[in-house]
């Protein structure tokens, strides 16, 4: 099976200025991406022949991706077309699988995107992702974690006049509402036909994986950014999972 890898960062940031080539726990924040990807492909026993992409219009991040000591990686450079706020990336996913396609001469049947800035995930999650997608066959397979607030419940929302609940319910506890689930933005598995599609990432059918609950935040902040640093090194200490991605980083380094 073949299945291409992607990573996309744009130069610059409006949240935390150029949050895509800082260093997060003593690295720089691209490598926790690498590092996951290079064991899973060491450790998986599926039948995977795998492509990593790195699309980018930042050549202090390509340059990064190019000199990094875990695994070769393939680099994009990305086209002007593609940059800007207005362009969502989906679209340049789709650029990548277009890219490579030419480039390898093959056929990918995944595409899976990995968030730069969602450093602390492990090689489990890359495989339940990927062996979920090959399973239930959706167009998209996203990761989430439950949601630590729920709008049919204790979730509200200004009308105007006053305020009310998200959506009108008589629940009276959390736990007679649907469970609800946030996109952690961390992993995404693609059929490469829906990529083509045009459509958005939430427009077709969609399955999700759980992924570790504070695993995960949105780095829009330095604060963010800082809080996402103490909970890793927390991680790197006590959780196995995240435990070998980092020791990976530490060991391919010093080699």
């Not at 390509?62 to 990094?68: A, P």
């Not at 036909?193 to 995960?216: A, F, H, P, Q």
């Not at 330095?222 to 435990?243: C, H, S």
């Amino acid at each position: 099976m073949n299945i291409l890898f992607t990573i996309c960062g744009r130069a610059g940031s409006k949240g935390i200025k150029n949050k895509n080539i800082l260093n997060f726990a003593g690295n720089p924040l691209p490598y926790y991406t690498i590092s996951a990807l290079d064991l899973f492909l060491e450790k998986t026993s599926l039948d995977i022949k795998g492509d990593i992409a790195v699309n980018s219009d930042s050549m202090e991040l390509l340059k990064i991706m190019e000199e990094n000591p875990i695994r070769s990686l393939e680099l994009i450079k990305r086209s002007p077309e593609l940059g800007g706020d207005n362009i969502g990336k989906i679209e340049v996913i789709r650029n990548c699988l277009e890219n490579m396609e030419k480039r390898k001469k093959c056929i990918y049947e995944i595409v899976v995107d990995l968030d730069i800035t969602s450093p602390l995930r492990t090689v489990m999650d890359i495989e339940k992702l990927i062996n979920k997608h090959i399973d239930k066959k959706p167009d998209v397979t996203v990761s989430v974690t439950p949601a630590r607030r729920n709008p049919y419940f204790n979730q509200i929302k200004d009308t105007g006049h006053g305020f009310k609940k998200v959506i009108e319910s008589d629940y009276t506890a959390r736990q007679q509402a649907p469970e609800i689930f946030d996109l952690n933005a961390s992993l995404y598995a693609y059929s490469p036909g829906y990529l083509r599609s045009g459509k958005g990432v939430l427009d077709g059918y969609c399955e999700c994986i759980k992924m570790y609950d504070t695993g995960v935040l949105d780095i829009d902040s330095g604060n963010d950014f800082e809080l996402m640093e103490v909970i890793a090194r927390y991680l790197f200490q006590k959780n196995p999972g995240f435990m070998e991605v980092y020791k990976n980083i530490c060991t391919k380094v010093k080699n």
